[in-house]
């Protein structure tokens, strides 16, 4: 896939994916992965802006299998972000679709 | 790259950021390597996971809004170099070896180049300069020199020392223009200074607009110069010159303005005669008997200092008694009585307090910059005794003089 496309939607994504339950990042980092094909390090730069931007909060977490989990919870703002970017995707990609298919036809 | 190493190395390039902040990061990183080796990869399969390296740190600082141009890895090599294996640290020495070999092979060129030029130069001088001498001294040998050779030679030490004096009087000029410019470049610093402190007052309202607008002039009239000769000396153009004379008569008109303003403004200042500053508010209340005149005198003496005296005559009051009060100011002074009344002598007199420089200061400040907000100016003193009240008998009022001191 073209990265410019992925790196527009990586945020979309990675806010949709941690809308319903709170994440830590290796576990994100394979729920974004499922969806588009992404160098697995550029999503933790985006975690981190996007905790400093107050869309994420952030706590620790024991685990059994290591040391403890730092996980991503959604806020408000983040919410509210996350929706905005979806109207933003869909106005977009109804636009772009409805474009090819007026010259195809 | 192993996970050590890359770390390492990411540790290097993120040391901009705050060390919590490194950290943080660097325990995802960390972490997830962990869990993919977990899986069964490779530490190196998993960095490899990561991307580009380079690409890695610049979107992490770009996450920092740090500009990742100025953490390249030119900028952290210095600190990287340490970090480096062997065998790399022998590959790069190579490089840089070779780097600075080729650089002092050039550099020795260009010298041996130079150095042999400026050699013959040097050389010539002194060998024109001896044939100088040896002219001047055998002015016989002198004659026997073929004319036109003569001349030639003379041309070549004439131009010789032509050049030789240009080279100083360049020298000099640039000096001189380099001291030039920083005393305005100092000069001007300072009347910046000044002109920020009257700004803020002139906000303020106090009556300063003249001597801030004369403030602004100066700074033109020394900073034209300043910025001309260290910055534009030797980029003349027909626009930067005309530019810069504009500005300098501008500051010129602001200086004439502002004085202007400013002696209009303060000759319109109203005097408001003497200003007595605190409270005399404090009483104090004795007495004292006089038994002999002092020495060589016919009358008993009280020396007061202070701004005013009266004497009371009071049949109530014992002969050869004085009874007085003493209204001060406690805060700016303690009441000192020097009783020797059985000699016949009385002084009373103020004792400032420690700090009262001080106290004397502030209060006349307050008071000054009240008045000046307001256009007014007076004369303005601290009161310390303000007043002495004595009383005496009628019978006795005779033989007692009083000395009033200030």
Redo the contacts between chains.
Sequence with gaps: MNAQFKKGVLELIVLESVRNKDMYGYELVQEVSKVIDVNEGTIYPLLKRLTNEKYFETYLRESTEGPPRKYYHLTAAGILYRDTLETEWDEFQTRVCRFLKERSL | MNKERFLEKLTIRLQVLDEKEKQ??L???A??I??KV?EGLSEEEAIQ????FE??VA??L???HVNPKFCTPSKVRKKEWKSLDMSKMKEEGKEACSKAGGFLKRSMKALQKHGKHAYTKIRGFFHQLKNKMKMMCHREQKEKLNDSQDSKRMKGFGQSCKRTFAGVMRGCWNAVCLLTAIVFFVLTAIIVLCFGVLLVWQIQGYPLAGVTLGCLGAILIFGTPAVRLLYFRKKRNQHSGLIFSGIFVFGILFVGLGTGIALKEYASFEYTGIHTIGNADMMMRGEATFESFPEGEEKYMLHCFADEIEVIEDASVPEKTVKYEIRYNQDYVDVMINDMSADGYVCIAPASKAGTGFYDFMRCKDEILKDFKHKRIGTYKTVGIEKVKCRVNPKTAEELYVEKSW
């Design positions: 943080d990061i325990d995802e990183y972490l997830h962990d869990m977990a996971d990561f991307g580009d690409e890695l979107d992490i770009e996450a920092y």
